[in-house]
């Protein structure tokens, strides 16, 4: 009776088993060069995809800090500026949420911070 075990208890291979393990190699290697659905990291963030007014109502209710909206935005210009190349200036990053933090610790309105009604 044959056995698939050698002699030394080490599965023997033939034509059939490598031939299948690497077709099994091409297929995961063709499919993870396959672009994926958009995961939650790669969308948007809901604060950037709000117009002003929800903005304002979300910052006004605390539900969403300054700290929240400038890391989110500037999160999203990383994202996307290498692409469109829109942004000729910006602030760096550090000082920028270091004028988030300070208006958070302002505790202020959000009117008396941007204005926006």
């Not at 030394?8 to 034509?15: A, I, K, V």
């Not at 117009?51 to 994202?79: E, F, G, N, P």
């Amino acid at each position: 009776m044959a056995s698939a075990l050698s002699e030394s208890n080490q599965p023997e291979l033939d034509r059939r088993s490598v031939l299948g393990v690497a077709a099994g190699a091409v297929v995961t290697a063709a499919t993870s060069s396959v672009p994926q659905p958009a995961s939650a990291a790669s969308r948007p963030s809901d604060i950037v995809m709000m117009d002003a007014t929800a903005l304002a109502a979300t910052i006004r209710s605390r539900q969403a800090s300054c700290v929240d909206v400038m890391t989110a935005y500037l999160d999203h210009i990383d994202k996307l500026n290498p692409k469109v190349n829109a942004i000729v200036a910006l602030q760096d990053r550090a000082a920028l949420l270091a004028q988030s933090r300070e208006r958070d610790a302002q505790n202020r309105t959000i009117e008396q911070i941007t204005g926006v009604q």
